[in-house]
Nanobody, 122 residues
Framework: QVQLVESGGGLVQSGGSLRLSCAASGSSFSVNAMGWYRQSPGKSRDLVAI???????NYADSVKGRFTITRDNAKNSVYLQMNSLKPEDTAVYYCNADAVVRGPIEYLATFWGQGTQVTVSS
């Protein structure tokens, strides 16, 4: 199993910045793509940004130019720098990772963090 722990959420004024962090832990695993999703009340969980193991990235149109996703492979961690935040960015942000878990059986699975609240006030 792989555990993902997020940190860095909070309350910020419109136009402000926040940096989210997510660290993966467990035993005998390797992480492929990592990403961030967000979900507002009554809405679906949507992709914000994703980064491959080689550093290739993809962003939702709504955050392009404002958010930057990075990763530290040595730490099995992913980060989301959020600038020029808007009230519509308010949501619970979830870390996501595709990982190969090695043990008696090797398998590929998708893991989720517990979520961290980001609230942007107008």
């Amino acid at each position: 199993q792989v555990q993902l722990v997020e940190s860095g959420g909070g309350l910020v004024q419109s136009g402000g910045s926040l940096r989210l962090s997510c660290a993966a832990s467990g035993s005998s695993f390797s992480v492929n793509a990592m990403g961030w999703y967000r979900q507002s009340p009554g809405k679906s969980r949507d992709l914000v940004a994703i980064i491959g193991s080689g550093g290739d990235t993809n962003y939702a149109d709504s955050v392009k130019g404002r958010f930057t996703i990075t990763r530290d492979n040595a730490k099995n961690s992913v980060y989301l720098q959020m600038n020029s935040l808007k009230p519509e960015d308010t949501a619970v942000y979830y870390c996501n990772a595709d990982a190969v878990v090695r043990g008696p059986i090797e398998y590929l699975a998708t893991f989720w963090g517990q979520g961290t609240q980001v609230t942007v006030s107008s």
